[in-house]
């Protein structure tokens, strides 16, 4: 039974005399070797040129601050559970009194840790997060020599303040936003 | 007597210094013709264009561990690279790069010694060549070495074979074994060309048969990474086994100058005496013609690696016996009778 015409007959002819020199096929070998010889090379020179990326990656993590420059987290635990990796740690703390422009909410975490090794950039953290607190940004994940370096604590994972502002992906659109505070929907509530 | 001495010296000196500088440059102008056939960059981080890759290459390479095998032969496993290296340099003393210059009244030949066995004294330094790779595959007692040196030595004897005969041709032809000789004769004027349009079979057994000789791809069996992890050189560390890889390039440098100046007019170039140029002019620009010819030896070596894949070692061993050697023992006889009929017919 034929399913399609691709099927290609293949015959086992004996070679003439002139494939046998195998001159003809050589020279053409070349010919197209160096026909690649003045294409245009396709490397891309990394750190001086970047590649396009789509607005949709998902890179290194941000947590976020609110527009008063306090802290979202609250350290409630939703994107530990949810990761796969088991990647996300995290202790948290009281918030004091007087830390309120740092902090939004009383509780607070004291420690956040991202192990990047174990991380598989798939975005869960930040479905699971009430709080509009942690993002994946466009930002690459920058090699290390030591495994100690690629455990990403707040210092790293918390974006500045003012100018030093984070601009997460465009998945933190006003619609997401929207969305997630639908409590109608089960992973939301 | 003096003058003589340092003007030798010197010129000693320079060829040593070229073909190693253009065998460092070979390994730059090898792996930036790969990356080009394959559509990449190529060395780009040491210097402007990556031209400085050589010496970073050179200086990681002395910088290495040097690992010599507890099991090895320890002298013959030091003196492998050294032969390597040192047939490879031993060529370039026959081959003419040049005619005479003349400084002061004196002339002086920038060919380093015109003995009149040139051609045989090249075929014996290349056939010591083949002791480097056997010594220190054999030295390094390890299986894989020792399956690369065996692969090197039958494969360097039966091209010898091969390329020695279409010389033969070129020699009844030429009816001198001097290379200086070889190069006057292909002198440009009264429709006088190279050697390559009246030795055509010659040249390309020639050429395949150098191919082999100097383990380039599609002859790359002794080395061949896929099945002997790295042939005769396994077991071989730090500048040792820079000497091998390096000693690679100067036979390519080498032997693409014996093939022009066998084959192409050494440093004849078209039109050279009815330009109405001076001497000096003539002997410069020559210089210049023979390392214009070579360069394209060089990158037709580099070419044929990029495009060509490796033979199986039963077909390596078909070529050499069964078809070059048949076919250059024809080209002598079809030589032979060619000859003979010119001395009887006088054309």
């Not at chain 2, 349009?197 to 100097?214: K, N, R, S």
């Not at chain 2, 394209?296 to 070419?303: A, E, H, T």
């Amino acid at each position: 039974m034929q399913l399609t015409n691709r099927s290609k007959v293949v015959s086992k002819k004996e070679m003439t005399f002139a494939e046998k020199l195998y001159f003809p096929a050589i020279l053409g070998g070349m010919g197209i070797t160096l026909k690649h010889f003045f294409k245009k090379p396709v490397t891309v020179s990394y750190p001086e040129v970047k590649r396009d990326i789509a607005g949709v990656f998902r890179g290194q993590h941000t947590l976020k601050r609110d527009e008063k420059g306090a802290e979202r987290c609250t350290a409630c635990g939703l994107c530990a559970v949810a990761c796969p990796a088991e990647a996300i740690t995290m202790t948290a703390a009281e918030r004091k009194k007087g830390e309120e422009s740092l902090y939004r909410e009383e509780k607070y975490a004291a420690v956040y840790e991202i192990n990047m090794l174990r991380c598989i950039f798939c975005g869960l953290c930040e479905e699971a997060c009430p709080k509009e607190a942690i993002f994946l940004t466009d930002r690459i994940v920058p090699s290390n020599f030591e495994r100690d370096g690629f455990i990403y604590g707040k210092d790293k994972l918390v974006e500045g303040m003012n100018e030093n502002r984070v601009d997460v992906t465009k998945r933190q659109t006003e619609e997401v936003n929207e969305f997630k505070k639908d409590k109608h929907y089960a992973h939301n509530k | 007597m003096i003058s003589f001495l340092i003007y030798k010296t010197i010129l000693v000196i320079v060829i040593f210094a070229v073909s190693l500088v253009v065998a460092m440059y070979s390994t730059y102008g090898e792996r930036k013709i790969a990356a080009f056939m394959q559509d990449r960059i190529g060395p780009n981080r040491a210097g402007p264009f990556g031209i400085l890759q050589p010496l970073a290459d050179g200086v990681k390479m002395f910088m290495k561990e040097e690992i010599i095998p507890d099991v090895s032969n320890k002298a013959l496993f030091i003196l492998g690279p050294c032969i390597a290296m040192l047939t490879a340099c031993m060529t370039g003393v026959v081959i003419p790069w040049g005619a005479a210059i003349t400084i002061g009244g004196e002339k002086y030949s920038l060919q380093i010694t015109d003995i009149n066995i040139g051609v045989l004294y090249m075929f014996g330094v290349l056939s010591i060549g083949v002791y480097g790779v056997m010594i220190g595959g054999w030295a390094s007692n390890n299986k894989f070495s020792l399956l690369g040196a065996i692969r090197a030595s039958s494969q360097m004897i039966s091209y010898e074979v091969a390329m020695g005969l279409s010389i033969i041709a070129l020699v009844m032809m030429t009816g001198t074994i001097s290379l200086k000789e070889i190069t006057e004769q292909q002198a440009g004027g009264n429709w006088n060309m190279w050697n390559v349009v009246y030795q055509p079979v010659g040249f390309l057994i020639f050429l395949i048969c150098a191919f082999a000789e100097t383990n380039r791809t599609p002859f790359d069996l002794p080395e061949c990474e896929t099945e002997l992890v790295g042939g005769y050189h396994t077991e071989y560390s730090s500048m040792k086994l820079g000497f091998y890889l390096f000693a690679e390039y100067i036979n390519m440098f080498i032997s693409s100058a014996v093939i022009a100046t066998l084959y192409f007019g050494g440093y004849n170039f078209p039109f050279m005496h009815d330009l109405g140029l001076s001497e000096n002019l003539i002997t410069i620009l020559g210089v210049v013609a023979l390392f214009a010819k070579i360069f394209f030896f060089i990158f037709l070596y580099m070419w044929v690696r990029w495009t060509v894949p490796r033979f199986r070692y039963d077909q390596l061993m078909n070529l050499g016996w069964k078809i070059l050697i048949p076919l250059s023992i024809g080209n002598i006889m079809l030589t032979g009778l060619i000859t003979l009929l010119r001395q009887k017919y006088y054309f």
